[in-house]
């Protein structure tokens, strides 16, 4: 599958012909150096293996170090693998592009969502909480009742309660590409995707 790795820059608004406002996620994706391109014969599973960003050497093992100096690369922050990605003539050094993809194409991206920390039931699952009324005074986003008394007598598995929220790997699909600048490695998605601004995203075309 065709891809690329990006980092989330920020939201804009882009204004089509007809006049309509559409809301855009912009992500600068690539410049994308190919660190290494694993084989069926070989390693036991064909993908390609991109790095996108830098980081300082001093940051990197010895053995990295020198794998990047034969490629005249600097360490890239993000290394990630794409499974069943078409070689062609591609080789190991090689860039691959925003340019890889054209406006108006469906693209899927994948990031991790905002951490939101330890969050009650009612930002969490939506719960509507207790009445204000009849005393109760501090039950206004309790989450009421988790079990029952003689049956079953204890909690379900997977009963919906406070907790960790936000912080998962999150895939949208579907996405329409609104405009592509090259010259700045620049891709305006419509809509929102996942994660914070600086957040790193993978988009791929179908």
Known sequence: MLGILGKKIGMTTMFEDSGNAVPCTVVEAGPCIITQIKTKEKDGYSAVQFGFGTKKEKHTNKAQRTNYKKLNAAPPRVVKEIRDYPVNDLKVGDVVKVDMFKVGEKVKVTGVSKGKGFQGGVKRHGFSGGVRTHGQSDRERAPGSIGSSSYPSRVFKGQRMAGRMGNDQVTLRNLKVVKIL?????????????????????????
Do not use: M, Q, R
């Open 182 to 206: 090259p010259d700045s490695n620049l891709i305006l998605i419509k809509g929102a995707i996942p994660g914070a601004n600086t957040g790193f995203v993978e988009i791929y075309k179908y």
